[in-house]
């Protein structure tokens, strides 16, 4: 396990005051990648408000650092899985958001051509496996893409996402056994942030440090500040690279948070303002790096305020699209049932 | 005193088998439970050990022998001090079998004329006047009805086998174990996974030699993890390879019911089409013999509900055959449901290079002109026996085999029924929106005003499968049902 401690070790410093540094053309991309996830978000949710978007919408606002640092570490052939908080996951793989707005509002140019919705969106031009509504059940599936890269040979890794809630599904542990018995290229990451639904991981969960879920199979584990962009891309880098040699999984805990109700539409009675607002005003990942390109001298406000605003017109141009664009053909009901 | 050791059996209904090895000699002392033999079938092996303290006195059965009768004296063994050679006394064999190994059962066809009585099963709890005095079914029949016939090893008839192909005899286990290494041959991308498919050979023996051609990256065992590997073997499918995923049976793919349904089948229509699932789902379904409710359930209604699946349920080796060979090729996901009891059969398979079977396409098994019976997989030995009893009155009826159940050749169905005027669905399955009840909704909605008599349907009771003989015997459909079923839509 010499290369599990040296893991543990870079990504250890990592989740400490001394995550390694990116440099600052990465964090401006960071920033800007983050900041597209935050206002694509923000927008969803008006539009939803607007009732140009129905069903189930959830928003992935605080959590931006985690697939933003995971996607940094990850080739382009890597594949990305999660549930239904996906969005970001779509925006980070380099997915169009007009596409991706135009599938929540229900429309005929969505990626699922309006019969996915917010929860069923897939890409497989991007290496993006969805967007699944069943809690747990990307775990199995994003170790079965995992298995094919092993199969082919090809080097690639999955990724694959889950929420702290879903680590308590049954499937997950029949795919951890799966995966280290088998020495598939997966990365898991437990995006633990603190909730599922309205259930506190104190009221869940029996193990509530996900990193260790995988000692009982060998399966080497980290938790790591997924609130810091750095620390998340130095924990992922070290963990792909981990696979990529062919030791087998890993598995990532992400200590994130949501700001937003866990859907649209959220009593907000399980945990207290304060709470929220102290992790926006304390953790915000996107003002960490807002305020470290600024301490750091090479990038002006007036450079940030120009992707500020670059950011801005993407999301507004996808919401105009998703608005404007037609519904599917009433034909569309009855294709892609089978090939 | 000295005690024979019998040929023990495998199953209620195992006749003969191969001893293949002793594990103790003339001379060893044993104790109860020590292992002294090994005896096989085509399917299992199993374990024979000593049920008494002594000397193994005699061995009356060299090892290698084949075609043993079930109870038929193997060894003897000798208290310490005797002679080998006083009375023989029968002792039941302890046997030692894999829990898996019970449901390897064969419903094997009763001998001419004679009833699979409690004759052939030394160890059945009942005698045969209890099962006389069983309580009738639904008031239909008073008697329980014979072990049905099986399907006649008849030339299959198809329009997709050239008419001067040559055949060759094989078992629907040869056939489907045939179809999978062919298309491992072919393609690749085709890797077969599951419980015990690979160093066991599959626990009903129809992955037979596939590790040994293939090697462990294609032909892979997993843990008891069918929640876990199904989704696993979704994952596979959407980033291109063709997983067979293999259920030791249909009951337990209740735990993976998840991925069937909701990854497997709906992602090609919530993907718009992108993501699409090559995969097949394959095993026994539906009852074997005498495992009981938790083993026995015929799952063919609630795939065939599913769209975004196929179903596919063959009656023959040859159906079997070609038909899993497209599945395998097919792009969407494919349930494929086989049925032990029709593992060890044999039919004739035609000799030809990628004899590929279209899915969705039913099978005229016989023809005929005064009553249509629609049925699928071990269905068709009731409706084909039943067929055989009528004919003796003049009554010919004419056979459909689904072979698929999603795509329903419902025309199929409807062409027949033009002619028949009549028509009897059978399945194994239970009758509360099952197979039949869709038939009969079919032709009703596009035969009535041919009918000249409600859709009658012979299925099995609607009751968890029991395990009693005669009970079990009771809740599966019969020829007698099937032909009274057809003489009441026949009013006669
Ligand atoms: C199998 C299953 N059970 C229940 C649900 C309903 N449900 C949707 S999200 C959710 C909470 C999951 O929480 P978590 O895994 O922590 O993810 P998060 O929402 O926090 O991202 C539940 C119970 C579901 N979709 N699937
Ligand atoms: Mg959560």
């Known amino acids: 396990m010499a290369a599990a401690s040296k893991v543990e070790t870079e990504a250890g410093e990592a989740a400490g005051a001394a995550a390694p540094a990116l440099d600052p053309e990465q964090e401006l991309a960071a920033y800007r990648a983050m900041l597209l996830i935050r206002r694509f978000e923000e927008k969803a949710g008006q539009m939803y408000g607007m009732g140009l978007i129905?069903?189930?919408?959830?928003?992935?606002?605080?959590?931006?650092?985690?697939?933003?640092?995971?996607?940094?570490?990850?080739?382009?052939?890597?594949?990305?899985?999660?549930?239904?908080?996906?969005?970001?996951?779509?925006?980070?793989?380099?997915?169009?958001?007009?596409?991706?707005?135009?599938?929540?509002?229900?429309?005929?140019?969505?990626?699922?051509?309006?019969?996915?919705?917010?929860?069923?969106?897939?890409?497989?031009?991007?290496?993006?496996?969805?967007?699944?509504?069943?809690?747990?059940?990307?775990?199995?599936?994003?170790?079965?893409?995992?298995?094919?890269?092993?199969?082919?040979?090809?080097?690639?890794?999955?990724?694959?996402?889950?929420?702290?809630?879903?680590a308590n599904q049954g499937q997950v542990y029949e795919t951890f056994n799966m995966a280290e018995l088998w020495k598939l290229?997966?990365?898991?990451?437990?995006?633990?942030?603190?909730?599922?639904?309205?259930?506190?991981?104190?009221?869940?969960?029996?193990?509530?440090?996900?990193?260790?879920?995988?000692?009982?199979?060998?399966?080497?584990?980290?938790?790591?500040?997924?609130?810091?962009?750095?620390?998340?891309?130095?924990?992922?880098?070290?963990?792909?690279?981990?696979?990529?040699?062919?030791?087998?999984?890993?598995?990532?805990?992400?200590?994130?948070?949501?700001?937003?109700?866990h859907s649209m539409s959220d009593p907000a009675k399980y945990r207290s303002r304060e709470e929220v607002q102290k992790m926006r005003e304390e953790h915000d990942p996107i003002e960490q790096v807002r305020a470290r390109l600024i301490a750091d001298g090479r990038t002006s406000e007036d450079e940030l305020k120009k992707i500020d605003a670059a950011v801005r017109k993407i999301v507004a141009d996808a919401a105009d699209f998703a608005s404007e664009d037609r519904e599917p053909d009433p034909s569309e009901l009855w294709t892609d049932v089978v090939m | 005193m000295t005690v024979n050791?019998?040929?023990?059996?495998?199953?209620?209904?195992?006749?003969?088998?191969?001893?293949?090895?002793?594990?103790?000699?003339?001379?060893?002392?044993?104790?109860?439970?020590?292992?002294?033999?090994?005896?096989?079938?085509?399917?299992?092996?199993?374990?024979?050990?000593?049920?008494?303290?002594?000397?193994?006195?005699?061995?009356?059965?060299?090892?290698?022998?084949?075609?043993?009768?079930?109870?038929?004296?193997?060894?003897?063994?000798?208290?310490?001090?005797?002679?080998?050679?006083?009375?023989?006394?029968?002792?039941?064999?302890?046997?030692k079998g894999e829990e898996e190994r019970k449901g390897e059962k064969e419903r094997a066809p009763p001998a001419k004329g004679e009833e699979a009585s409690s004759a052939e099963v030394p160890a059945a709890p009942f005698a045969k006047g209890e099962e006389e005095r069983a309580p009738p079914a639904r008031g239909e029949e008073q008697r329980p009805p014979a072990r049905p016939a099986p399907a006649p090893a008849a030339r299959p008839v198809a329009p997709e086998i050239p008419a001067d192909a040559t055949f060759a005899s094989m078992t629907m286990r040869e056939a489907l174990r045939d179809a999978m290494a062919e298309e491992m041959r072919r393609d690749p991308n085709v890797f077969i996974i599951g419980e015990e498919v690979a160093e066991y050979q599959g626990a009903y023996k129809v992955t037979q030699g596939l590790l040994q051609e293939f090697g462990a990256r294609r032909v892979v065992d997993t843990p008891i993890t069918e929640h876990g590997f199904a989704g696993l073997s979704?994952?596979?499918?959407?980033?291109?390879?063709?997983?067979?995923?293999?259920?030791?049976?249909?009951?337990?793919?209740?735990?993976?019911?998840?991925?069937?349904?909701?990854?497997?089948?709906?992602?090609?229509?919530?993907?718009?089409?992108?993501?699409?699932?090559?995969?097949?789902?394959?095993?026994?379904?539906?009852?074997?013999?005498?495992?009981a409710a938790?083993?026995?359930?015929?799952?063919?209604?609630?795939?065939?509900?599913?769209?975004?699946?196929?179903?596919?349920?063959?009656?023959?080796?040859?159906?079997?055959?070609?038909?899993?060979?497209?599945?395998?090729r097919d792009p969407n996901p494919v349930i494929f449901l086989e049925n032990e009891i029709l593992y060890g059969r044999q039919s004739e398979v035609p000799n030809i290079e990628d004899f590929l079977i279209p899915i969705g396409k039913a099978r005229v098994a016989r023809e005929g002109k005064d009553v249509t019976f629609v049925s699928f997989s071990i269905g068709m030995s009731y409706a084909l026996g039943a067929a055989d009893e009528l004919a003796k009155e003049g009554v010919e009826a004419e056979v459909i085999d689904l072979r698929t159940l999603r795509p329903m050749d419902v025309a199929a169905i409807v062409a027949s029924v033009k002619k028949t005027g009549r028509c009897v669905a059978v399945e194994e399955g239970w009758p509360q929106c099952g197979i039949g009840a869709e038939i009969a909704a079919k032709v009703m909605a596009e035969a009535f005003d041919y009918l000249d008599a409600p859709v009658a349907r012979v299925t099995g009771k609607d009751v968890p499968m029991p395990y009693a003989a005669n009970l079990e015997k009771l809740a599966l459909p019969s020829i007698a049902e099937v032909v009274a079923a057809a003489r009441a839509v026949l009013y006669r």
């Open chain 1, 54 to 166: 129905g069903g189930f919408c959830h928003l992935y606002i605080g959590q931006e650092a985690v697939v933003v640092g995971v996607r940094m570490a990850a080739r382009d052939s890597d594949q990305f899985i999660t549930a239904y908080r996906d969005h970001a996951h779509m925006l980070t793989c380099g997915m169009d958001p007009k596409r991706v707005m135009a599938e929540l509002t229900g429309r005929r140019s969505g990626y699922s051509k309006g019969k996915g919705g917010s929860m069923h969106m897939f890409s497989r031009e991007k290496n993006f496996f969805g967007g699944h509504g069943v809690v747990g059940a990307p775990a199995p599936i994003g170790a079965g893409l995992a298995f094919a890269n092993r199969y082919r040979g090809d080097g690639s890794v999955s990724l694959t996402f889950f929420g702290e809630g879903a």
């Open chain 1, 185 to 261: 290229p997966v990365v898991f990451i437990v995006e633990n942030n603190r909730y599922a639904m309205g259930t506190s991981v104190e009221r869940s969960s029996a193990q509530t440090e996900f990193s260790k879920r995988g000692v009982a199979f060998n399966i080497p584990g980290l938790r790591v500040d997924g609130m810091d962009v750095r620390a998340v891309k130095a924990a992922a880098g070290a963990a792909i690279d981990w696979c990529r040699k062919g030791n087998g999984p890993y598995l990532l805990e992400m200590q994130t948070y949501r700001y937003r109700g």
């Open chain 2, 294 to 328: 938790q083993h026995s359930q015929d799952y063919a209604a609630w795939f065939a509900q599913v769209p975004g699946l196929k179903v596919i349920a063959p009656s023959n080796a040859s159906d079997a055959k070609g038909l899993l060979k497209s599945a395998i």
């Open chain 2, 234 to 291: 979704v994952g596979a499918a959407f980033a291109g390879l063709r997983p067979i995923v293999e259920f030791m049976t249909f009951n337990f793919a209740m735990q993976a019911m998840d991925h069937l349904i909701n990854s497997a089948a709906k992602t090609l229509y919530m993907s718009g089409g992108q993501i699409n699932c090559p995969i097949v789902f394959r095993g026994p379904n539906g009852a074997a013999a005498r495992v």
């Open chain 2, 5 to 95: 050791v019998l040929m023990p059996a495998l199953s209620p209904t195992m006749e003969q088998g191969k001893l293949a090895k002793w594990l103790k000699s003339e001379g060893d002392h044993v104790k109860a439970g020590d292992v002294i033999a090994e005896i096989e079938t085509d399917k299992a092996t199993m374990e024979v050990e000593a049920a008494d303290e002594g000397v193994l006195a005699r061995i009356l059965t060299p090892a290698g022998t084949e075609n043993i009768a079930v109870n038929t004296p193997i060894a003897v063994i000798a208290g310490e001090g005797e002679e080998a050679s006083s009375a023989e006394v029968p002792a039941a064999p302890a046997v």
